[in-house]
């Protein structure tokens, strides 16, 4: 996954904590964070019981856990991790169709959601969205915190991307921004794909983020995947 440099003053910022039982999960994850120079140190727990102890000690800033730990209740977990380390910022792993989990966990205390379809792109904004201190490096920030980014069902926002028309009103151009999107590229790279100007791409959010109602990428990712606009692990 292509990623845009990070300012050298931001270099080994982040000290990140990865809980998941599966060890092929773990493995990738902490290949794709381990070239990110603003990452400084990776702690893997694959035990769910030794997860306090450990972000105790390590004090992570971020601690990423996934949804379907198989040892341990996942609220449980971490309302314990936020009870136990205040300071880390708490981010869950999610399955698309995962949503009673996800919400169970945001209550529990969890600040933001990835989905574990989505890019690698994704995961790094939402990271740098949780953490104030790291200079962005993914293109503008979501519009709002990285929080409840799987919304509350029925909701208003849902029951509007069901009506007729906000979908057939996507011009064919911002179509092609939402694809480029899922396929994990930056505005620059969007703009380069496009042939357009990095400003015309940001416009095109804009517009896109009205007509779906929306208010930050990764909702929108989960929007379009739910309306068929895109397939996510295409080339």
């Known amino acids: 996954m292509k990623q845009s440099a990070i300012h050298e003053s931001s270099a080994g910022a982040l000290r990140i904590a990865l809980i998941s039982n599966n060890p092929v999960l773990r493995r990738g994850l902490h290949m794709i964070l381990k070239e990110s120079p603003f990452v400084s140190e990776i702690a893997e727990v694959a035990v769910s019981s030794q997860a306090v102890e450990i972000t105790v000690r390590e004090k992570p800033q971020v601690v990423i856990v996934d949804l379907k730990l198989v040892d341990a209740d996942t609220s449980a977990l971490i309302r314990a991790l936020r009870a136990a380390a205040a300071d880390s910022r708490i981010l869950v792993l999610s399955g698309l169709h995962d949503e009673t989990l996800t919400r169970e966990a945001l209550a529990a205390g969890a600040e933001g959601v990835v989905l574990t379809i989505q890019p690698a792109a994704v995961l790094f904004a939402v990271i740098e969205s949780l953490c104030g ?20 069902a029925p909701s208003a926002r849902t029951n509007d991307l069901k009506r007729v028309g906000f979908i057939e009103s996507l011009t064919s151009r911002e179509r092609e921004v939402i694809q480029s999107l899922a396929k994990g590229f930056t505005n620059i790279e969007i703009a380069d794909r496009l042939c357009i100007s990095e400003t015309t791409v940001r416009h095109h959010f804009t517009a896109i983020f009205s007509k779906l109602h929306v208010s930050n990428r990764q909702q929108l990712l989960i929007a379009a995947h739910r309306q068929g606009l895109v397939e996510f692990g295409t080339s």
Request: glycine share 10%.
């Open 133 to 152: 201190n790291v200079p962005r490096s993914m293109g503008p920030r979501p519009a709002q915190p990285a929080t409840g980014l799987i919304s509350d």
